[in-house]
């Protein structure tokens, strides 16, 4: 079974969210969150990798990242994806 991220589909740059928006939404993750969603999702780590740089479970570092995305995702427009 592959804990890997899927790739995320590409959105149109109207779409996004710019860059102090993303800042204040992180801002309402607990730091377990933030920190992992930095690993995986910006620094683009595998789940194995930043679970094992993080010193916790690829299933903490899964749960977390969810947690994290589906925060988020209610802290952003609608409609509107994370850069990069």
């Given amino acids: 079974m592959a804990l890997e991220r899927p790739p ?4 149109p740059a ?3 969210v710019a860059a102090p928006d993303v800042r204040e939404a992180l801002r309402g993750l607990t730091r377990e ?3 992992v969603l ?3 999702y910006f620094r683009g ?4 990798t ?3 740089h993080l010193g916790l479970t690829q299933q903490t570092v899964l749960a977390a990242t969810y947690q ?5 995702k209610a802290a952003l427009p609608a ?6």
Avoid: N
């Fill in 8 to 11: 995320l589909p590409e959105r």
């Fill in 14 to 16: 109207e779409q996004r």
């Fill in 33 to 35: 969150q933030r920190t």
């Fill in 38 to 40: 930095i690993h995986v």
């Fill in 45 to 48: 780590m595998s789940v194995r």
């Fill in 50 to 52: 930043a679970a094992e």
């Fill in 68 to 72: 994290a995305l589906r925060t988020l």
């Fill in 79 to 84: 409609g509107h994806s994370l850069p990069g």
